[in-house]
DNA sequence: CGGGCTCTTGATACGCCTCAATGCCCGTGG
DNA sequence: CCACGGGCATTGAGGCGTATCAAGAGCCCG
């Protein structure tokens, strides 16, 4: 969930496998569990591949054959309805490790909404890994409890809050997402377009537009380009992400 | 997510550590990761606990420091906003480990909406157990990934379906609960009420209410109680729970 | 047989969706 | 350099689905 590619985006060399060292994932991802001593028995089994942006590289249903972990890029994650309506439930973005689903089919589709670079490994392959690094296990449990509960952050969005409040909650977290990667100005870049918010938002491109409009109107913030907001008021949009500005005092 | 016990409800009696073997948990729960063997040392780091329907044994914010296995009963899990407004995340059943947060605070909120009978760990008699038998940590990270694909279906439910489809969806995957669990009838008994199938569906009671009067009146199901509920047309169900029924030809 | 609860049903309001048009940005080619 | 076109975003008008507010019905239990 945490997309910390730069901008504007710089043409990234593949990475062969002997690189995981100075791979861009090496310190955000499952991967810091493998010391550095044994990082070729990591390269050996992953396959570096690029992913053009529109790309799918997970499809929901197929077979779940391998796993992926992202280290340039970032990637929607989707489910679809049969009349394609879609919900997407997630983006990933460098470190992040998909394909965690135990059934024998992948439960969502990822697509490449920016140019990627992953590393692939086979389901045998990752076994073998995790059978001789436990901490890899380990590292695998936190993420998928880390995913967990922001999952259920989401149900609560998507379940409970207004179009306002939805949309400051994405700013919300965005913002927080940045500040993780060290990025701790106001201005947030976002990889993804109107549509793919308002599919993550569980709304339509319209309202998501017209919140915007509305945020900026009332001077919360700016819009310097299409995919830059700038936040002139963190503390409303906090307060704004849980309704708080309009709960009526409750005794 | 598997609420399996009987109806009606009966006295549990209180399982004590010694009593894993017997326990009605053990099979359907990470527990069967330990063999019959080392059950005594499973039973040695457990504390069985009784919770009263309507007590909450999980607060959402307060200090993550323990961890629980349901062995009889049913929970609601649930996160609050600001006002009031509250979104169940789940409902959990026996055999559902619960606590797996990372972070240092619970997520959620834990509430018995039926008497619960728990088995309760301390964080650092749970990191020994992991550290000795390996397979509970497989375990873990397996069960952790079937609630993370069920979170995504939830999310698809919350975001981009309709009362009908809401409500059709919560049916079917009630009923396939209940075939796993040995209970291969049509009619489904619901140990939750009104307000929390709302809760957890993103509608208001109202709403439930009165797509359960459609659903009977269109004759696909009957309501032979308050908590039971009759499926007369499993396919109809299958079709409207994906919106499959009103979609029209999509070439 | 009443009291309190949950559930059902009805009337109305409102937020978001839908449909449709316009505007903006940017790459392309004359 | 500017006209053109395509994609994406914004804005507007109107409709629909669900929420809200308000009774009334059914059920359980004392």
Chains 1, 2 share one sequence.
Not at 33 to 57: M, S, W, Y
Not at 60 to 69: I, L, R, S, V, W
Not at 127 to 156: G, H, I, S, Y
Request: charged share 25%.
């Amino acid at each position: 969930m945490n997309s910390c590619s730069p901008r504007p985006i710089v043409v990234v060399k593949s990475r062969l496998p002997s690189h995981c060292e100075e791979c861009d994932a090496r310190h955000r991802s499952v991967c810091n569990a493998i010391g550095t001593g044994d990082l070729d028995r990591l390269a050996a089994v992953a396959t570096p591949r690029h992913i053009e942006k529109g790309e799918t590289f997970i499809e929901e249903g197929q077979p779940a054959g391998d796993f992926f972990n992202i280290t340039a890029g970032t990637a929607k994650l989707y489910k679809m309805l049969p009349d394609g309506r879609q919900q997407i439930t997630g983006f990933a973005g460098v470190g992040h490790f998909l394909g965690l689903a135990v059934s024998d089919t992948y439960a969502f589709t990822a697509e490449a909404i920016e140019p990627i670079e992953l590393c692939r490994f086979s389901r045998p392959k990752l076994r073998t890994l995790l059978d001789d690094f436990p901490l890899l296990e380990k590292r695998l449990l936190e993420t998928a409890c880390n995913e967990l509960v922001a999952a259920q952050e989401q149900m609560l969005l998507l379940g409970r809050k207004t179009a306002r409040e939805r949309v400051a909650s994405f700013l919300a977290t965005r913002r927080a997402e940045a500040s993780l990667c060290g990025n701790h100005g106001s201005t947030i870049t976002l990889p993804m377009t109107r549509t793919e918010i308002a599919d993550y938002l569980g709304l339509t491109i319209e309202t998501v537009s017209r919140t915007l409009t509305k945020f900026k109107q009332e001077g919360k913030i700016s819009l310097p380009s299409r995919d830059e907001i700038t936040i002139k008021d963190p503390s409303w949009l906090t307060t704004t992400a849980t309704g708080e500005d309009t709960a009526s005092a409750f005794i």
